[in-house]
């Protein structure tokens, strides 16, 4: 149990070092989420891997190997006002990481010295959606896990408008088109994965949300 409460202890110090560093996350007097806001997930703790180096007589030290390891994974950022959603916002997918830093430092564990590591992660981008007082609005754009872009969608106060692109994931365009007036339709243009023209066809705002943005 004690154990466990000295490794939460160092997890939480070194987010919260990391996080003052940047002048992130920041609560108000009133308790609102202002400015950029980092969102980071717990992803790997391991317990396996600390080393303790203890004296074991005049002569010699005894070293014992126990690891302690986090890693924190980037899942969103973007900006707060008065707790609000504003402006960009970027989110991530913590499954697929790359462009790690790492941190080390040194603590004190039952009067012995001891490594502690924690890696920061990026996750590849997943979507990018615009809000203005905590709801889409403007450009939503997703993308595949080769960073191309899957979909460019425009929102107005929450609902798709105006206009559809969806792409394959080599980024050739898969179709394109633009709102029905008065329906909740779209008529697009479909395309080949190879570039030609396939046809037109209407699609649902519930097929654009499930399939291109949801998903």
């Known amino acids: 149990m004690k154990n466990s409460i000295f490794i939460l202890s160092i997890i939480a110090f070194n987010l919260y070092q990391f996080l003052s560093a940047q002048t992130i ?16 997930v717990v992803d790997t703790v391991n317990l396996g891997c600390m080393e303790i180096v203890r004296p074991d007589s005049v002569f010699r030290k005894q070293s014992i190997k126990h690891c302690y390891s986090v890693r924190f994974i980037l899942i969103s950022e973007g900006y707060y006002v008065d707790n ?43 979507k990018e959606v615009f809000y203005r007082n905590d709801t ?41 088109g633009n709102l029905i007036k008065g329906t909740e339709y779209f008529q697009v243009v479909e395309y080949y994965e190879s570039g030609g023209q396939r046809g037109i066809k209407k699609l649902s705002d519930n097929y654009i949300r499930n399939e291109w943005i949801n998903k």
Not at 25 to 40: A, P, T
Request: charged share 25%; proline share 0%.
């Open 25 to 40: 996350n920041i609560i108000d007097k009133q308790g609102y989420k202002q400015g950029l806001w980092k969102n980071y």
């Open 136 to 176: 889409i609005e403007g450009i939503y754009k997703s993308y595949y896990g080769n960073r191309n872009i899957k979909s460019i969608t425009h929102f107005n106060n929450g609902n798709i408008s105006d206009s559809i692109s969806c792409f394959y994931e080599n980024g050739n365009i898969l179709f394109s």
């Open 84 to 126: 609000k959603k504003e402006k960009v916002w970027k989110f991530y997918d913590k499954s697929d990481t790359y462009n790690c830093t790492y941190k080390s430092s040194k603590e004190k564990y039952k009067g012995d010295s001891a490594k502690f590591e924690t890696s920061y992660c990026l996750g590849k981008i997943i």
